[in-house]
């Protein structure tokens, strides 16, 4: 059941998730891809890539350490999707 739940509460493209506590706090999370055991989002303002391991991902929901606000424009997620890809890149 566990997987099932955790499939169910993946995020989707276009997530943003704000950052209410920790290291990153007042940073905002656009969701942009999963890479192995990694969640990859791209930090407004900032317009750096942070990735996030899944099981700390899910903690920080649980918790509400991540708070799932919105989902950007598609538009406005393209060009977010440019910028997470040149600076992936650079990383």
Known sequence: MT???????RPKERSVYAVTGGQFLGEFFLYMEQKDDMMCFLSLPHMKVRSIPVDKFYYGVENKILDNI??????????????????????
């Open 3 to 9: 997987g099932i739940r955790s499939f169910l509460r």
């Open 70 to 91: 919105q989902k950007v424009p598609r538009s406005v997620f393209i060009l977010c999707q440019k910028q997470y890809i040149k600076n992936r890149s650079n990383v």
